[in-house]
């Protein structure tokens, strides 16, 4: 396949940034998306061009690294992947691909497509655990049964990779969904209870601090999640929020 | 000769830890304040002893080239966390996990290290439950299992395919927690560039700021190595892009051994590899051989209609299948470990009988497992056991409850779906048992730096059994090394704040910023990557799966010669001073092609078989690897000395009091 690829590119964090045009020949259907990145770096490292920055790591979909905005979507046209895990089976011969950066006001870019999530941390040093020491000396790992159904929804949320997609397509550039997913993953199990009123409101307020934006329900941040995390969290968080302002 | 000294405990096997820790130095909870340490690393080793460390009162600096902690490569992991907990009843035991991973590691693991691991192994998983990991669970509400490789019990848990990252971020709650505190400053991306060492003790790092390019001095009264393996010497192998050897090395080059090398482990279920464009390979799990059973044809006519595309693996009937594991080893069957698979693999494909177009797979099937799942639910259900189409189904929901993730990630990839035609897998480089030498208490050679996780060498001897890298990593971070430490640091609550402004840290800063300027100023024609994959190639053919002698001292001049060529042609675009992906992959590409040589020079000297390192010249007739107890019940360290094959071997010798050393069977 013969593409052209319209990428935005930023020398650091306060440089203005611009669209810049590069043609790329002979893709094959089997690289996936950062293959091709990877080839369009060789080809302009041969050249003299800065390579094009962008943050990556596991190429497995998990480590959550990978953070391009691909056609106006996160993580591209495919659904419950990472950019990582795109495929160029997923694009014509001819098109134009137009690739920038997860864009929030609390995510500044680094260069070109990499930005800083460090919010994500704060939000999560700010209540994201739960208060055992690591000793060892704990009850034994049976000693509360969980029921299943309440383990499995924590798995599901627990399952989030922290990469920020669902900012990224928010028009409000909210964290909600991310969020929501830390707190209802220990709101779920009976070892996070004991702190979630605080959690939350600890939470809430980093997360609030950082600059993200609000939650208006549109509900793009869980198409968009390559982990498919569900909106309910939210519901769960804002539940878990109320009655939490309410003891407070 | 130079000496090791390991520091075994003595005393009977089952006390060694317990008296160990009841007799070593403490440090007063007053004088921890004063102490600094810092890690390098933030998987399941680096972020749980930043944790305990933290927790314990010591002041915690931790370091991450990825953006955030919760990215460090053990999130991938996925099949699931040994522990002798014996929730199944079926008869494990810290024993037995001893025995299992010494037999697994074809006897050449440290006895006493390896009973300390079985030992803390159960704490582990209720120091999880405790932190809200969520693993999976029965109907009951209790704690489920699954079998893995090289073991007849159940002790593997889970938390579906993503094991991995349910532990790393347990583990990264911990750190968060102690971050929220203050007691761990964080440092992301950020690069250890090299260590500092004042009077022959380890008294900080370089570091570099891969945002801005600022070159740091960090002091502290210990440093712990936590930089996870070094499969990527390999160009493709299933570690992340970034996972290097520098950390470990670049100690190694001040003095820290660096042990058994050349042990690494080629898992035998990953995605076969598509193309020159290839960056890197997929896993997936071992889980997978609880219900997938391996086969090629055993017609070599099936073998080539596959490869032109007239037959479809599925068209061909079950008495033309060759389900080689089962046939080879009935004991075990699909079970065996990673490297009797992986080896088992390479064979059937030597021979011809690969059902790619490269002819470099094998199937991985689920077929069986699907129907036996379904007619199990049909009968649960009270449904007709006869309907195939419901059975079917009923067993695909079954499958996509336990694999679900890694099913869907196959699909991605390949563009085939596994619940309708079998898996197409091949061995690739995984994990390195091998890495930087440690002593009971996890010190490296170097007075103060210790090494933990997959960056030392201790546990897995020359094979490690699936499940076990977590557990080594977490028994590593959270149990032993927060406590071995304070035997160390007691004799330092009067030194005082490590000053950085000292010539030690002067001409290591120097050295540091001179090979960054030598990269950036180079001006060559080859990009990095273009060596790296000439590297991989040349380790993966004469290194990887199989090994002569030969191959391996043609291996030994090629890494040389290209390394020659690395420092004199390389291009490395950008400047010093800015984020530079290149310029880092410049610095990690060189370590690995030293460490490459060093890794060949191990292979060649010994001469013998075992676990995962097998040398053509030392097998039995059906084709297993042969050891040679009698001279090489050692583990190499090596001392660096200038060129890497230069490295002068110290050994350390191997005893088992507790475990008789047999022939490694699986039959």
Same mark, same amino acid.
């Given at each position: ?248 | ?347 059937? *494909?030597? /021979?011809?009988?690969?059902? $790619? ?9 689920? &077929? +069986? =497992?699907? @129907? ?76 103060? *730096?210790? /090494?933990?996780?997959?960056? $030392? ?9 699936? &499940? +076990? =890298?977590? @557990? ?196």
């Amino acid at each position: 396949m013969n593409l052209t690829l319209k990428i935005w590119r930023q020398a650091n964090a306060d440089a203005t940034g611009s669209i810049e045009t590069y043609p790329i020949e002979n893709v094959s259907p089997d690289m996936s998306f950062l293959e091709m990145m990877d080839v369009l770096n060789e080809e302009l490292i041969g050249k003299g061009i800065d390579p094009v920055a962008f943050d990556h790591d596991c190429r497995e979909g998990i480590c959550g690294m990978c953070s391009m905005y691909i056609n106006g979507e996160a993580h591209g046209p495919d659904r419950l992947v990472t950019t990582c895990q795109l495929h160029m089976r997923k694009f014509k011969d001819g098109d134009t691909i137009t690739i920038e950066p997860f864009r929030a006001n609390a995510f500044p870019v680094v260069k070109d497509l990499a930005v800083d999530r460090s919010a994500f941390d704060r939000i999560q040093h700010a209540g994201g655990f739960v208060s055992v020491n690591t000793s060892g000396n704990t009850q034994d790992a049976n000693a509360i049964p969980i029921d299943k159904h309440d383990a499995d929804k924590a798995f599901d949320a627990a399952t989030c990779i922290g990469c920020g997609a669902c900012v990224a397509s928010c028009k409000n550039a909210s964290a909600m969904l991310f969020v929501s997913a830390k707190v209802s993953q220990y709101a779920l199990l009976p070892q996070g209870k004991v702190e979630a009123t605080d959690r939350v409101l600890n939470m809430v307020k980093q997360m609030d601090e950082e600059g993200f934006g609000n939650c208006t329900n549109t509900g793009a941040c869980e198409v968009e999640c390559p982990k498919g995390i569900s909106l309910e969290n939210i519901a769960r968080m804002n539940r878990e929020y109320l009655s939490a302002s309410l003891k407070g | 000769m130079a000496t090791l000294d390991s520091k075994i405990p003595k005393g009977p096997m089952a006390d060694k830890w317990t008296n160990h820790k009841s007799h070593i130095n403490l440090v007063s909870p007053a004088n921890k304040r004063l102490i600094d340490v810092i890690v390098v690393g933030t998987g399941l080793a680096g972020a749980s002893a930043s944790a305990t460390l933290a927790e314990l009162g010591y002041n915690v600096k931790t370091f991450c080239f990825q953006d955030s902690p919760r990215r460090a490569h053990s999130i991938a992991a996925q099949g699931g966390i040994n522990a002798a907990k014996n929730y199944q009843g079926d008869g494990d035991s810290t024993y037995r996990l001893f025995y299992d991973t010494i037999k697994g590691g074809d006897y050449r693991s440290r006895e006493a290290n390896v009973h300390r691991l079985a030992e803390v192994s159960t704490n582990i998983i209720d120091q999880c439950v405790a932190q809200g990991v969520p693993f999976a669970r029965d109907y009951g509400g209790l704690l489920d299992n699954r079998s893995f490789g090289g073991v007849l019990v159940s002790r593997t848990f889970y938390a579906k395919g993503q094991t991995g990252q349910q532990l790393l971020l347990g583990a990264y709650s911990a750190m968060n927690r102690q971050i929220g505190r203050g007691k761990i400053k964080m440092y992301n991306r950020h690069e250890m560039m090299d260590i500092v060492l004042v009077d022959g003790k380890a008294r900080g790092i370089i570091t570099r700021n891969l945002v801005n390019g600022q070159i740091e001095r960090h002091g502290a009264h210990a440093v712990v190595i936590a930089s996870g393996g070094y499969g990527n010497v390999f160009f493709l192998s299933t570690n992340a892009m970034g996972s290097n050897v520098s950390a470990g090395w670049k100690i190694h080059k001040k003095g820290a051994h660096f042990a058994n090398p050349c042990f690494t482990q080629i898992h035998p279920t990953c995605i076969p590899v598509s193309g020159d464009h290839q960056s890197k390979l997929t896993l997936m799990s071992e889980s997978l051989r609880n219900d997938g059973r391996i086969w090629v044809p055993k017609n070599i006519e099936d073998v080539n209609a596959i490869r032109e595309g007239k037959l479809k693996p599925t068209e061909i009937a079950e008495e033309n299948r060759d389900y080689y594991l089962e046939r080879r080893y009935p004991a075990f069957g699909n079970l065996v470990p990673r490297d009797v698979a992986s080896r088992a693999a390479k064979e059937r *494909c030597d /021979a011809g009988y690969g059902v $790619n177009k490269t002819g470099e797979a094998v199937y991985l099937d689920f &077929a +069986s =497992a699907i @129907m036996r799942y379904g007619k199990e639910q049909a009968h649960v259900k009270g449904l007709n056991e006869n309907d195939a189409v419901l059975v079917k189904k009923l067993g695909q929901d079954v499958v996509r409850a336990k694999y679900g993730n890694l099913f869907q990630m196959y699909e991605k990839i390949v563009d085939q779906n596994p619940y309708e035609t079998p898996m197409m897998i091949y061995p690739a480089v995984h994990y390195t048992m091998g890495g930087v030498w440690v002593d009971y208490n996890l010190m490296t050679s170097i007075p103060g *730096c210790y /090494a933990i996780g997959e960056a $030392n060498f201790s546990d897995h001897g020359a094979n490690r059994l699936g &499940a +076990s =890298a977590l @557990m080594q990593g977490l028994a590593d971070g959270y149990f032993v090394l927060p406590y071995t430490i304070g035997d160390y640091l007691a004799s330092d609550i009067r030194t005082g704040a490590i000053d950085t402004n000292t010539p030690e840290f002067e001409a290591a800063e120097k050295a540091v910023k001179d090979q960054i300027d030598a990269f950036v100023n180079n001006n060559g024609k080859n990009s990095v990557d273009s060596y790296h994959r000439k590297l991989g190639k040349i380790m993966w053919n004469k290194c990887g799966m199989s090994r002569n002698a030969e191959g391996l001292k043609e291996a030994i001049a090629e890494i040389k010669a290209l390394r020659e060529d690395f420092y004199k042609n390389v291009n490395v675009p950008g400047k010093a001073n800015e984020f530079n992906e290149q310029l880092a992959k410049a610095g990690r590409v060189a370590d690995f092609l030293e460490l490459g040589e060093l890794f060949a020079k191990d292979e060649l000297e010994r001469t013998e078989s075992c676990g995962g390192h097998f040398r053509e010249e030392s097998q039995t007739p059906e084709g297993e690897a042969l050891r040679d107890d009698e001279n090489f019940t050692f583990v190499s360290a090596w001392e660096y000395k200038g060129e890497p094959s230069e490295a002068v071997l110290v050994k350390e010798d191997l005893n088992y009091e507790e475990i008789e050393v047999k022939t490694r069977s699986y039959k």
